[in-house]
């Protein structure tokens, strides 16, 4: 019996030993996080959401980036990212969308929203702007604001090509989304226990719960084998699939908007096949704008620490938004 059993045993490791040398002849190897490397001061500046999947935390925060980009910001009790010079009176205006709108990697007075309040003083600019949100939170978050009367007078709704894969919470964005935050947080079980997700499915919201979001099969980190297992696993969604959850969230957004009276502007941040996948959606909006930001240009992003627009590249954002205050006027 015993004689048996290590044969059994035997012939399982040669297969495994066969099937680990065959998957790194193909090109596979052990799966690798790209180390990316976030301290905060003080700590939880974001946390988990039933509603959103991640919210802004109150406070004051230092927030450094590979030991190398250092920018501080400030969030308000609301769940937005402060924006300097706010006046008491005017037409309020809100910018929806994600780390680019917040304006990860810079502080708080050189955001291209920040910009724009500074620009335009007459306004009331509040920047709704959360890392890793797309438009299915920027809608919850709209309609949030018209249950509880807080409202703008008018929105802008910032896309940009990495929203497609959240909409739909493909699993590209999964892994994407739980090992960063894995890297950049020792007490992300904690922070992040509550949290759903929200994403959209044939027109309709759903949401997955943070533990069951994404995890690596045991070994992955240290196998070919297994790595490339768990990824043929993980097939790539249709692209249309991928668009359609954006068009359903795009579209729900502009009809809020036009239920309760709000002017609604949409950016197409960098998205070149815009045009193709979401125009009619953008006949929908009171004006799309076209910025063409190009993410390749090292001098408009903290490359190579990482890759959010410098304070160059949102002053370069926000010159391309000047119409849209004209259109207000």
Same mark, same amino acid.
């Given at each position: 019996?015993?004689?048996?059993?290590?044969?059994?045993?035997?012939?399982?490791?040669?297969?495994?030993?066969?099937?680990?040398?065959?998957?790194?002849?193909l090109g596979w190897t052990a799966f690798y996080n790209t180390d990316y490397k976030v301290e905060v001061s003080p700590k939880g500046w974001l946390k988990g959401s039933k509603t959103y999947g991640i919210e802004?935390?109150?406070?004051?925060y230092k927030v450094?980036?590979?030991?190398?980009?250092?920018f501080t910001t400030k969030h308000n009790?609301?769940?937005?990212?402060?924006?300097?010079?706010?006046?008491?009176?005017?037409?309020?205006?809100?910018?929806?969308?994600?780390?680019?709108t917040y304006g990860y990697g810079v502080d708080g007075d050189e955001s291209f929203v920040a910009i724009l309040q500074s620009e335009y003083p007459e306004y009331q600019v509040s920047n709704y702007g959360v890392p890793g949100w797309g438009e299915v939170q920027a809608g919850l978050r709209l309609s949030e604001l018209i249950r509880k009367g807080m409202q703008p007078e008018a929105v802008v709704l910032v896309y940009s090509e990495?929203? @497609? =894969?959240?909409?739909? %919470?493909?699993?590209?964005?999964?892994?994407?989304?739980t090992m960063g935050f894995n890297r950049s947080n020792? *007490?992300?079980?904690?922070?992040?226990?509550?949290?759903?997700?929200p994403f959209i499915r044939q027109g309709h919201t759903e949401y997955?719960?943070?533990?069951?979001?994404?995890?690596?099969?045991?070994? @992955? =980190?240290?196998?070919? %084998?297994?790595?490339?297992?768990?990824?043929s696993t993980e097939k790539k969604p249709d692209e249309e699939e991928? *668009?359609?959850?954006?068009?359903?969230?795009?579209?729900?957004?502009?009809?809020?908007?036009?239920?309760?009276?709000?002017?609604?502007?949409?950016?197409?941040?960098?998205?070149?096949?815009?045009?193709?996948?979401?125009?009619?959606?953008?006949?929908?909006?009171d004006q799309c704008i076209h910025v063409g930001f190009d993410f390749t240009r090292n001098e408009w992003t903290n490359h190579p620490y990482d890759l959010h627009p410098n304070a160059k590249g949102h002053r370069i954002i926000a010159n391309s938004l000047h119409s849209l205050f004209y259109r207000l006027h």
């Amino acid at each position: 019996m015993r004689k048996r059993l290590l044969r059994i045993m035997l012939v399982i490791l040669i297969v495994l030993s066969c099937g680990e040398l065959t998957a790194r002849i193909l090109g596979w190897t052990a799966f690798y996080n790209t180390d990316y490397k976030v301290e905060v001061s003080p700590k939880g500046w974001l946390k988990g959401s039933k509603t959103y999947g991640i919210e802004l935390s109150p406070g004051s925060y230092k927030v450094t980036l590979n030991d190398s980009v250092t920018f501080t910001t400030k969030h308000n009790s609301d769940g937005t990212r402060f924006v300097p010079d706010v006046p008491d009176s005017g037409v309020h205006i809100g910018f929806f969308g994600c780390s680019f709108t917040y304006g990860y990697g810079v502080d708080g007075d050189e955001s291209f929203v920040a910009i724009l309040q500074s620009e335009y003083p007459e306004y009331q600019v509040s920047n709704y702007g959360v890392p890793g949100w797309g438009e299915v939170q920027a809608g919850l978050r709209l309609s949030e604001l018209i249950r509880k009367g807080m409202q703008p007078e008018a929105v802008v709704l910032v896309y940009s090509e990495v929203h @497609r =894969e959240r909409n739909y %919470l493909a699993n590209s964005y999964r892994k994407a989304l739980t090992m960063g935050f894995n890297r950049s947080n020792t *007490d992300v079980e904690n922070q992040m226990k509550n949290a759903r997700f929200p994403f959209i499915r044939q027109g309709h919201t759903e949401y997955e719960k943070w533990e069951h979001l994404y995890s690596n099969w045991m070994l @992955r =980190e240290h196998s070919a %084998l297994v790595h490339a297992l768990q990824s043929s696993t993980e097939k790539k969604p249709d692209e249309e699939e991928i *668009d359609g959850s954006t068009r359903s969230t795009m579209e729900q957004f502009a009809s809020i908007c036009k239920k309760n009276g709000i002017r609604c502007f949409l950016v197409n941040l960098d998205d070149l096949d815009f045009e193709k996948r979401f125009g009619n959606c953008a006949k929908k909006f009171d004006q799309c704008i076209h910025v063409g930001f190009d993410f390749t240009r090292n001098e408009w992003t903290n490359h190579p620490y990482d890759l959010h627009p410098n304070a160059k590249g949102h002053r370069i954002i926000a010159n391309s938004l000047h119409s849209l205050f004209y259109r207000l006027h």
